[in-house]
């Protein structure tokens, strides 16, 4: 089992960007000689990967709007804060594998990049 | 008018990215350079306003990567108002260059402008090797290049073209991309095109010499991973199956030569027997979607036997278009670097030769040049 992140303040490598493509409708995430299409959970997830927020507010940002939009869709179905905090952990793990985010373990240190 | 377009999805997907081909003009001499021989001289190259319009087009078209390149793309005047460009078209930006020529201030000026990644090109990891090679004092130009990139705080690549001229010094180019801090290290085998095929003969390595630095590369992987990424180019020669083309023949990308030509690969202007459109007669759309050029080797129904009935198809489309003209003078071919292609000995007979002790050294080394305007 993948260790739970909780207190990290996972970033965005500085070579990669976001971008919503307007073109195929989908987020990208645009690294040197590569793209990689998202789907929107993991876009919202890496959208809010700014190195100020823990992986707990990222949870938490991140079931709020999921909340949102399933009330406006009027389905019921939504992970608990336990499981997605996992689920969230292991794709930013994933992520910081293929150099994509960094994982600071304290928040002071992402500020002198 | 257009034939219907067809792909193995019988669907034209947008392009990803576009390759910008700014001048042929470069500094550099060396002899496995992909451009075409006849270049294009600098009179007959677009406009950076052509430029501008190119970019706009690519984006609204789909492309949301592009790779400033050449020649030496700091020979282009207004270089950064393209860059800029792009970046404000929302596109990620590269800088494929020599290094020579990039400056501190360069670099920084080029930052400012949205740039997001450079790759520099080294010929060897030492000096008098690479000088050799490049056929050009370069060298330390280009270490100073790389303090300028990491001094701009931009993403650094280099990228090592390998031939049998430095392809047993692998160990060094990899301690110097760790020491220059490089983020990414591209370890291209040479492909045999243009210049590179007029001097393939000195430039084929033997099979030893490529499983010795397929080792280093192995070990080098496995002990840098998360500081350093490598990539290793295949020499296709070696291989038992053929490299797909690009993606796919108008799958992913587009090259736009400096002249405004568009081609499907950076290569493909060697087919003669297609004719490419231009940016300055027809639109990057027209030209993705409806161009003849665009749509010949699209999808599968253009395979000959073996392709046609293989299994492998789907994998490697066939091979490279660009490979199948040259060797065989049929772009249609399938790929002779493929096993099962009917012409394969075309490949044999080279390796042999690359093979024997010791290798004729009777054919000489063939420099790129950039002739000057032509009359």
């Excluded at chain 2, 260059?97 to 997001?116: D, F, P």
């Excluded at chain 2, 493909?268 to 459109?277: H, K, N, Q, V």
């Excluded at chain 2, 080394?365 to 950039?370: H, N, T």
């Amino acid at each position: 089992m993948e260790r739970i992140l909780k207190n990290c303040f996972p970033k965005l490598a500085a070579k990669a960007r976001l971008k919503f493509d307007k073109v195929r409708e989908k987020h990208l995430l645009l690294l040197p000689e590569k793209v990689v299409v998202l789907n929107e959970t993991a876009a919202s997830v890496l959208a809010l990967c700014d190195g100020n927020r823990t992986v707990d507010t990222i949870t938490e940002n991140v079931k709020a709007s999921l909340q949102e939009s399933t009330e406006r869709a009027g389905s019921v179905a939504l992970p608990d804060l336990q499981e997605m905090q996992a689920d969230i952990s292991e794709f930013l793990q994933e992520m910081e594998d293929q150099g994509w985010v960094v994982i600071h373990t304290d928040g002071t240190a992402n500020n002198n990049e | 008018m257009a034939q219907p377009i067809t792909t193995s999805k019988n669907v034209v997907e947008p392009p990803y990215s576009l390759l910008a081909e700014l001048t042929h003009r470069c500094p550099l001499h060396c002899p496995y350079c992909s451009n075409p021989i006849n270049m294009v001289s600098e009179r007959g190259e677009l406009s950076n306003e052509d430029w501008c319009r190119v970019l706009s087009e690519a984006a609204d078209l789909g492309v949301v990567e592009v790779h400033f390149s050449g020649g030496e793309p700091l020979l282009k005047d207004g270089l950064d108002c393209l860059i800029r460009h792009a970046d404000r078209l929302e596109m990620y930006t590269n800088l494929i260059t020599s290094g020579i020529g990039l400056t501190a201030e360069k670099a920084i000026q080029l930052k400012e402008a949205g740039l997001a990644n450079v790759q520099v090109s080294f010929q060897a990891g030492e000096a008098k090797l690479s000088d050799r090679i490049g056929g050009y004092k370069a060298f330390e130009k280009k270490k100073e290049a790389v303090k300028a990139v990491k001094k701009a705080e931009l993403h650094l690549s280099l990228n090592v073209v390998l031939h049998r001229m430095n392809m047993d010094h692998l160990d060094e180019v990899i301690q110097l991309a760790e020491e220059m801090g490089a983020e990414r290290l591209e370890l291209a085998n040479t492909q045999y095109y243009n210049w590179a095929l007029l001097n393939r003969k000195r430039l084929l390595p033997d099979r030893k010499q490529i499983e010795r630095a397929s080792k280093i590369y192995e070990a080098a992987k496995a002990r840098l991973k998360k500081k350093m990424e490598i990539i290793w180019v295949i020499p296709d020669y070696y291989a038992s199956t053929p490299k797909p083309c690009m993606g796919g023949w108008g799958a992913i990308g587009l090259t736009v030569a400096p002249d405004g030509v568009v081609l499907p690969c950076p290569t493909a202007g060697i087919i003669e027997s297609l004719s490419f459109e231009n940016v300055r007669e027809s639109s990057l759309r027209h030209i993705w979607y409806e161009s003849e050029s665009f749509n010949r080797f699209r999808g599968e129904n253009w395979m000959p036997e073996p392709c046609r009935s293989c299994d492998f198809r789907h994998e490697d489309r066939g091979g490279c278009r660009c490979q199948a003209f040259a060797l065989t003078g049929d772009a249609h071919a399938t790929d002779p670097v493929c096993q099962r292609s009917p012409q394969h000995q075309l490949i044999e007979k080279v390796v042999q030769d690359a093979n024997r002790k010791p290798i004729a050294k009777s054919s000489p080394m063939i420099y790129r040049k950039y002739l000057l305007d032509k009359k």
